[in-house]
Each structure stands twice: as C-alpha cells, then as structure tokens.
C-alpha cells in the first residue's frame, strides 16, 4: 500500500486517515493483501519490533541480525528474531525476563510508548523507564514529547494498528534529546535550536519552510521549493493559500531527481495537512 491509497474498511480507521496513509507510505505500518487495514487488531510485541526497525533503519530486511547472540530462548525461528535482536541490542526493546521475550504476546501502549522513547535518545535506566514505577514515568515522558497525541487508548491495554500508527507518527516529528549535565534536552548544544526530529535523524526526511501561493489545476504553487523538483502532489490545499507551510520531503532519488513530498504544515503548529504524495510547481 502506498499513501492516498483507501483501505476497504477505511471507514473504521478513526484515526485521520493521513496518518496511516503516512505511516503506509514509509513503509512502516502495511494493509493486507485483501486491501484491508484492520485497525483494530493489536500489535504483537514482535511486529512492534519491526515497525521500529524501519523507523530506525529505513529498511525492511532485518535478516542480517538473524543469527546474532541472544539472551532469549524464544525467538528460535521465529520470524521477527532479526528485527527483536538488532532492538534489543540498542536498548530499545527489553523482555519479560533475560530469557523470555515473549515475541507473540500483545504489545501495550506503555511498552510500545518505552521502546519509541529509547528511539528518542533516552536511557531506559537513566531515564527511570525500568524497575518499580517504570509504567507512570513513561507515560509522563510519552505525554511531555507528545507522543501520545491522539491515541486513544489505555497505557496497560493492548495496542490497536491504528493507535500504534498514530504512536509513531507522533514520533517521527519529536526532536531527538540527550543527556547533558545530568538532564535530558531536546535542545543543541549551543542552545540555539532543537536537535533532529527522529524523521529528520533516521528515515532521511527533510523540511522547510515556505508560503503556499496558491493551488491551481490540482498542483499546489509555493513561493520556494528549497531547489527541489518533486514528484506528482496533486492534493487541494486551498484552505492552506496565503499561510505559512512547512514541507515534508525526501531528497530526489537518482532515478528520477525528483524529491517525494509526504506531507505539508501549517508552519504555526505542525497541524497536519495531508500525506498524499503529488505534485508541486516551481515558481
């Protein structure tokens, strides 16, 4: 599935649409082969593992990692055991003990939640996302780097597709941090900026920001394109004329150069706009 392609059972996302459409697009999250999105059946700890694999790799092939060491005796064969050992080796992912990692089990929306925080840059054990309390306080750092956003969904409860989409989206446009003097930051170490987004830092995503002059013969017109010439974006952003934008990209592939937009901002506030990829014309 790709982005602005319409699931059979679209009608029960309820989530914005734009935000699985994105999460498809990048390969992160996928429909069926019936063309269904299913966005109610839970997220196994095992696939929670992949979908962070292609967030921090860009890749969807963890089969290099198959026959790395592990501590686990339960991922044998298993199909995920690539994608659960390369996040396990970053920290990202921990088991139910050293030996259980429970790959099938339902993944929850505190754990999913620990796993995309670790992904930001914090320590699971610096940070005091394990041992007694380790639930509350991921929570409260999820909710303070607006990873929870939208997703409906209890923190103990099993992680619907749709919620965990809305998880990672909110996660691809959070900015990295790090620990300087004894705190986490999201901020340079000049203190002038903020540092990369995880969108920006692992997945090759880009933005800048411009007006939006117009939308004429469905292709949206910009005061810039940041020299870039991009790829079909035939999306009516005509409530957007006038205002500042800021557009998702990745830079041109060789093939084509022509760089492939996945989104377009409301400058002000990040309010999402849509995610179908399409045209833009230079001016």
């Known amino acids: 599935m790709f ?25 992160v999250i996928e429909g069926y082969l019936d063309g269904s999105f299913r966005p109610d059946d839970t997220v196994t700890r095992a696939e929670m593992a992949k979908m962070i694999y292609v967030v921090r790799t860009g890749r969807s092939d963890a089969s290099a990692y198959n026959d790395d060491a592990t501590t686990f005796t339960d991922i044998g064969d298993h199909w ?4 659960i050992k390369y996040c396990n080796s970053l920290g990202i992912i921990a088991g139910h003990s050293a030996t259980r990692f429970a790959p099938d089990d ?41 990873l929870l956003e939208d997703v409906v969904n209890g923190t103990t409860q099993g992680l619907p597709r749709q919620y965990a989409a809305q998880l990672i989206y909110n996660a691809i446009f959070a900015n990295t941090v790090v620990l300087r003097d ?85 400058d002000d506030d990040y309010s999402y706009a849509d995610t179908i990829v399409g045209n833009v014309k230079d001016l």
């Open 3 to 27: 982005a602005g392609a319409a699931f059979t059972d679209q009608s029960d996302i309820a989530v914005d649409a734009d935000v699985v459409d994105t999460m498809s697009s990048l390969g």
């Open 80 to 83: 995920a055991r690539g994608y």
């Open 106 to 146: 339902t993944v929850t929306t505190q754990e999913a939640a620990k796993m995309l925080l670790v992904t930001l840059g914090y320590n699971a054990d610096t940070a005091g996302l394990v041992g007694a309390g380790w639930g509350a306080k991921t929570i409260a750092l999820a909710d303070e780097n607006g």
């Open 182 to 266: 004894g705190e986490y930051t999201n901020m340079n170490l000049l203190g002038t900026g903020k540092n990369p987004t995880i969108g920006e830092k692992y997945m090759d995503l880009q933005s800048y920001n411009t007006k939006l002059l117009g939308y004429k013969d469905k292709v949206v017109q910009l005061a810039s394109t940041n020299g870039q010439r991009f790829n079909d974006y035939t999306v009516d952003h005509s409530d957007l004329v006038g205002k500042q934008v800021k557009v998702l990209y990745k830079e041109a592939a060789v093939s084509t150069n022509k760089s492939t937009i996945y989104g377009i901002f409301l």
